[in-house]
């Protein structure tokens, strides 16, 4: 008989011998491939969620989508998915910041104008 290639190879005893961290028969990945080959796929709409942040709506959209499938398949991007439902509610506020900030702007110099011209068209 030829030397044991591997823990298939060896009598059950011999296994015994090995500890209970032995490796089992028929797992891993199939032989002339390393070990770092397999890899979970990265969710899609996770990485969307990351590459719309120019639209922070459809990035919190695809993120919330992504999760959901994420938790669902175990596929990997749970940290992408993460980041573009962080950043898009980020953005989201800062526009909403903003839009406020026009708001106040505009109200405000419609005050002023409104002063001027019920005071004879004339701010000094």
């Known amino acids: ?7 298939q190879d060896l009598p059950p005893e011999d296994l015994r011998a090995q500890g209970p961290h032995a ?3 028929g797992y891993g990945p199939p032989a002339g491939v390393p070990p770092w080959a397999h890899v979970r ?5 996770a990485v969307l969620s990351v590459a719309l942040l120019w639209a922070p709506v459809a990035s919190i959209v695809f993120a919330v989508l992504a999760r959901r499938e994420i938790a669902r398949t ?6 992408l998915a993460a980041w573009g439902l962080g950043i898009g509610i980020a ?4 526009y909403g910041l903003y839009f406020v900030g026009v708001l106040l702007y505009l109200g405000a110099v419609a005050t002023l104008v409104g002063v001027g011209a019920s005071s004879g068209g004339s701010f000094g």
Request: proline share 16%; aromatic share 0%; charged share 15%.
């Open 23 to 25: 490796p089992l028969v």
């Open 74 to 79: 175990g596929e990997a991007g749970a940290g």
């Open 41 to 45: 796929p990265t969710n899609t709409k």
């Open 91 to 94: 953005v989201v506020s800062l």
């Open 1 to 7: 008989m030829s030397e044991p290639r591997g823990p």
